[in-house]
């Protein structure tokens, strides 16, 4: 009959779990004291039960020996992939160095032979190709100089609208003032010409004088 397979899990009973516990630890210790005597390996096992009751094996008789010892193993280990990973960082670091050094040294170069420079080593095929592209950069020159003029016109028109809008204002705002002042100028003149009329209609006053004798003897 095929004993089917356990599910691993927790206990949930707490004798069973602490039955359980005695026994696959004595077991476990025991495996550990075989794996160091049959195959003359260093062997530390630590356990804690729930409690925090401490149970441990060496075969060096003292655990700390073989902590001491893995630390310092994993310290090394640890030591070793930096170095390596730095070893690769350096070694990409001068990959890539390299690669910007010919690419801008190619870059020069085809920028002198794009100015008419160092062409004595260049092939007719490369020739074709420079003059193609100087014409291609030609092309952009002129459609973007184009673009920059249009811009400018365009700038410049609306400022022409912006000025003429603002001439029509302040034409109408004289008109407005022009006006006021007229209007003010007639009211001053009305007034004057009411202050007149009004001195003209007043009475005169004449002084009479009665005198008795020749006249001139006063």
């Keep these: 009959m095929v004993r089917g397979k356990r599910e691993m899990r927790r206990i949930e009973d707490t004798s069973s779990r602490q039955v359980t516990f005695t026994k696959r630890r004595g077991g476990l210790l025991k495996k550990a004291f075989e794996l160091s005597v049959l195959c003359d390996a260093e062997v530390a096992l630590v356990i804690f039960s729930t409690r925090g009751k401490l149970f441990e094996f060496s075969s060096r008789n003292c655990v700390q020996k073989t902590i001491d010892r893995y630390l310092m193993h994993s310290k ?71 673009r920059i003029l249009s811009d400018q016109i365009s700038e410049l028109k609306n400022k022409e609208m912006m000025r003429l809008k603002e001439n029509a204002i302040l034409l109408k705002e004289n008109a407005i003032l022009q006006g006021k002042l007229k209007e003010l100028s007639q009211v001053k003149q009305s007034e004057k010409y009411t202050a007149t009329d009004e001195n003209n209609n007043d009475p005169m006053e004449v002084e009479t004088e009665l005198a008795i004798g020749r006249p001139g003897t006063r």
Excluded: M, P, W
Aim: charged letters at 40%; proline letters at 0%.
């Design 76 to 146: 090394d280990v640890a030591g070793g992939n930096k170095k390596d990973l730095d070893e690769k960082n350096v070694q990409h670091l001068k990959s890539e160095t390299a690669a910007l050094e010919k690419e801008i040294e190619f870059l020069e170069s085809y920028n002198r032979k794009l100015q008419g420079e160092d062409l004595e080593s260049s092939s007719c095929q490369e020739l074709d190709e420079l003059t193609d592209q100087i014409e291609k950069g030609l092309t952009n020159i002129r459609a973007r100089k184009q």
